[in-house]
C-alpha cells in the first residue's frame, strides 16, 4: 500500500432512479432517495478516495459507518457523495463523508474502511461454509 494521508478525498454520483429508492430497496414505502443507497454511495467515495494507494491484492472492507440522512431527494435528482480521510491507524482508515443534491447537503457522518488482501480474506470467508 501507498502511503495514504489525512485530507485525500474522492466523490461517487448518480441519478436517484427507480433502483435506489426507498420503495424499491425496502428500507421505506416513498419514492425518495433511499437511505442504504445513500450508504453505498457514500462507501463508493471512500472507495475512489483509496482507489490509486492501493497496490497487487490489496482492497478494503467496511467495518463501520454512522450517518445522518438529513434531507429527502426526489426520483431522478443527481446525487453526489464525497469521502475525506480524516485519520489512518495502521491498515484502518477512517472518513468523514457527506453527501448532497443539486438543493443542498442531504447526509453526513463517519465511515471506516479496513485493508484486507482479497484471496486471504475471501479464503477465510469461505472457510464459514459448511463442507
Known sequence: MKEITVGIKGTAELTADKS???????SGSLDV???PSM???ME?????CLADYLEGDET???TEISVQHTSASPAG???????????VSGREITF???AWDSAGEIGNGTHKRFLVYGEKFMAKTAAK???
Open 20 to 26: 435506489c429508492l426507498a420503495s424499491a430497496v425496502g
Open 33 to 35: 432517495f433511499a437511505t
Open 39 to 41: 450508504v453505498m454511495l
Open 44 to 48: 463508493k467515495a471512500a472507495c475512489s
Open 60 to 62: 478494503t472492507v467496511g
Open 77 to 87: 435528482m443527481k446525487i453526489t457523495a464525497e469521502a475525506e480521510v480524516t485519520a
Open 96 to 98: 468523514r463523508v457527506t
Open 129 to 131: 461454509l459448511p463442507d
